[in-house]
T-cell receptor, first 115, second 118 residues
Framework: ETGVTQTPRHLVMGMTNKKSLKCEQH?????MYWYKQSAKKPLELMFV???????ENNSVPSRFSPECPNSSHLFLHLHTLQPEDSALYLC??????????????FGPGTRLTVL | GDSVTQMEGPVTLSEEAFLTINCTYT??????LFWYVQYPGEGLQLLLK?????DKGSNKGFEATYRKETTSFHLEKGSVQVSDSAVYFC?????????????????FGKGTSLLVTP
């Protein structure tokens, strides 16, 4: 049973649209992550938030804008995307700082298609 | 930097066959090692983990042993079922102090697709 939910599960958008992906975790974790999963490529870490502060940004284009208003919610704001941005976007959370509890728990993902 | 290499797929097996999916890693610190599974249309689920050398992770009949001498964490199952058909990802989490602000970011392998036929 996953304690991480993502909405929407599927999203189709044009290159000029603005949309947002939402992630919510019910596990009491303090770190949250966005990953991109494209066909034939390894999972790519996009952003890391630790105690609501962004601690990592893996050279992600500015058309992706994360927001973490509290330790339970994470958003990914999308604008002027390109067709190559079509992918499965996965959210994960973990408890950071405690030995043996660094496991990340994933949501079901949002399947994004950019037309 | 840290990295994970796992065998290329797809792997096709008959039901009740023995499964091995190889995974090797490179890391400068003392990583934790994980196997995640992704069923069609779903996100990743933790299958098993090991946090130190010689630890064996196990779950749902799957096992993997953390071998520091060979830097490996191979996934095995004695008798696979059709319901095991999925993509399996090996991953490591670097627990080095210099990475402590990144929430133990995971490095994933490319994934190995497994298809089990009746």
């Amino acid at each position: 049973e996953t304690g991480v939910t993502q909405t929407p599960r599927h999203l189709v958008m044009g290159m000029t649209n603005k949309k947002s992906l939402k992630c919510e975790q019910h596990l009491g974790h303090n770190a949250m992550y966005w990953y991109k999963q494209s066909a034939k490529k390894p999972l790519e870490l996009m952003f890391v938030y630790n105690f609501k502060e962004q601690t990592e940004n893996n050279s992600v284009p500015s058309r992706f804008s994360p927001e973490c208003p509290n330790s339970s919610h994470l958003f990914l704001h999308l604008h002027t995307l390109q067709p190559e941005d079509s992918a499965l976007y996965l959210c994960a959370s973990s408890r950071q700082g405690l030995a043996g509890t660094d496991t990340q728990y994933f949501g079901p993902g949002t399947r994004l298609t950019v037309l | 930097g840290d990295s994970v290499t796992q065998m290329e797929g797809p792997v096709t097996l008959s039901e009740e066959a023995f499964l091995t999916i190889n995974c090797t890693y490179t890391a400068t610190g003392y990583p934790s090692l994980f196997w995640y599974v992704q069923y069609p249309g779903e996100g990743l689920q933790l299958l098993l983990k090991a946090t130190k050398a010689d630890d064996k992770g196990s779950n749902k009949g799957f096992e993997a042993t953390y071998r520091k001498e060979t830097t490996s964490f191979h996934l095995e199952k004695g008798s696979v079922q059709v319901s095991d058909s999925a993509v399996y990802f090996c991953a490591l989490s670097d627990q080095s102090p210099s990475n402590s602000n990144s929430g133990y970011a995971l490095n994933f392998g490319k994934g190995t697709s497994l298809l089990v036929t009746p």
